[in-house]
């Protein structure tokens, strides 16, 4: 399957290139600065920011997907920059998932959201309404996360490692569906 990736160089993205390789899928990730990250981990590189509708658009086209998986966000390397930069974050997410949809309109789209509390219902409403999937990820732990490697104890969490597998299993979701991609208790 040919699969675009908003937000390969993140947290995530960087650990969900090689489980799509790995299962075969064509992978083009989309960056706003870091190409030479995405061609190291095998996928074609697209440089653009997803605020750019403009821009965007011919190169999603271009790489005709089959399937969209939205892991975008503006966070900060430094968990002290954390609540400050929450709001563009919040607005990445939005206006990216709108403009991604308008991108490639009528392709799956499968995003995150939080399970902490459950759910951004704006974001969510946005990924239901165009027949995507939503995977609810707990509190990221693990190597290069804010947790380090201690589990979250007072809110759901999920090893960046293990999201990044389940994501892999919930890419067949049916349309419609909401996840929640966290630890067991």
């Not at 074609?44 to 998986?69: G, K, M, Q, W």
Request: hydrophobic letters at 45%.
């Amino acid at each position: 399957m040919r699969v675009f990736l908003a937000g390969a160089t993140g947290v995530i993205g960087v650990r969900l290139v090689p489980f799509l390789l790995d299962a075969g899928h064509r992978v083009a990730g989309l960056t706003r600065s870091q190409p030479q990250v995405v061609e190291r981990l095998g996928a074609e590189p697209v440089v653009c920011d997803v605020l750019d509708l403009e821009r965007l658009t011919p190169l999603v086209r271009a790489f005709d997907p089959e399937l969209v998986l939205h892991e975008l966000t503006d966070l900060p390397d430094d968990a002290a920059e954390l609540e400050a930069s929450l709001e563009r974050s919040q607005h990445v997410r939005l206006q990216g998932t709108r403009n991604l949809l308008a991108a490639a309109p009528g392709v799956k789209l499968v995003a995150q959201s939080i399970a902490f509390p459950p759910g951004a219902p704006e974001h969510e409403g946005l990924v239901l309404e165009a027949g995507g999937v939503v995977l609810r990820y707990g509190i990221f732990w693990g190597p290069g996360t804010y947790g380090g490697d201690t589990p979250p104890t007072d809110l759901p969490g999920i090893h960046v490692d293990a999201a990044a597998r389940r994501t892999i299993e919930a890419l067949d979701a049916p349309p419609g569906t909401v996840l929640e991609i966290v630890d067991p208790v």
